[in-house]
């Protein structure tokens, strides 16, 4: 569907930043699915156990076998703010996160926000306007097609800016990678 770049707040979820970066980079991410679409409020993915189709049915309990304490901070959920997912514990966030589709502020103070989508809004809609059907537990939620995470990478935000200066410079391009 197309890349999503995120910009990261470590000043107000420190430890959550460096959390999902570590993830990442171990290749965590890779192959998992968004599991959980609810159109006009979030995407949600991270599970590790959404790499198996045998496992669907617990789909949305995976994670890294640790969990997190939480950061709760003053950043507000807006469309394209990246935020942890959790249990009724609120320091049960492990790996599963959620990115907003539109405001949530039922959400601040209440969950970790920790991000916020960058570049690649259109590709965020576009999974958002995925069909969906019923999950297990009655949500009208679950993709009717897997969306895969293909790859998480993780980059210096000047390796963004000098990807956009090329952009620019060669017309509105993107150059080859």
Same mark, same amino acid.
Request: proline share 6%.
């Given at each position: 569907?197309?890349?999503?770049?995120? /910009?990261?707040?470590?000043?107000?979820?420190?430890?959550?930043? /460096?959390?999902?970066?570590?993830?990442? @980079?171990?290749?965590?991410y890779d192959g998992t699915c968004f599991h959980r679409i609810v159109k006009g409020?979030? #995407?949600?993915?991270?599970?590790?156990?959404?790499?198996?189709?045998?496992?669907?049915? %617990?789909?949305?309990?995976?994670?890294?076998?640790?969990?997190?304490?939480?950061?709760?901070?003053?950043?507000?959920?807006?469309?394209?703010? #990246?935020?942890?997912?959790?249990?009724?514990?609120?320091?049960?966030?492990?790996?599963?996160?959620?990115?907003? %589709?539109?405001?949530?502020?039922?959400?601040?103070?209440?969950?970790?926000?920790?991000?916020?989508?960058?570049?690649?809004? /259109?590709?965020?809609?576009?999974?958002?306007?995925?069909?969906?059907?019923?999950?297990?537990?009655?949500?009208?939620?679950?993709?009717?097609?897997?969306?895969?995470?293909?790859? #998480? @990478?993780?980059?210096?935000?000047?390796? #963004?800016?000098?990807?956009?200066? @090329?952009?620019?410079?060669?017309?509105?391009?993107?150059?080859?990678?």
């Open positions: 569907m197309g890349d999503i770049v995120v /910009e990261f707040w470590p000043e107000v979820a420190p430890n959550t930043v /460096e959390n999902f970066k570590s993830l990442a @980079r171990r290749g965590f409020f979030m #995407i949600q993915g991270g599970d590790p156990l959404t790499r198996d189709e045998d496992k669907e049915h %617990l789909w949305g309990t995976g994670g890294p076998g640790y969990q997190l304490k939480a950061e709760f901070n003053d950043r507000r959920h807006e469309k394209g703010v #990246i935020s942890m997912a959790r249990s009724e514990d609120p320091d049960s966030a492990g790996s599963q996160f959620f990115i907003c %589709l539109d405001k949530a502020d039922f959400l601040d103070g209440q969950y970790t926000a920790f991000g916020k989508v960058i570049r690649g809004v /259109e590709v965020l809609d576009r999974i958002a306007e995925t069909p969906v059907t019923e999950s297990p537990d009655g949500e009208v939620s679950k993709p009717v097609e897997r969306v895969e995470l293909k790859r #998480i @990478r993780i980059v210096p935000a000047s390796a #963004i800016a000098a990807s956009d200066s @090329r952009e620019e410079a060669s017309g509105g391009e993107k150059p080859a990678e």
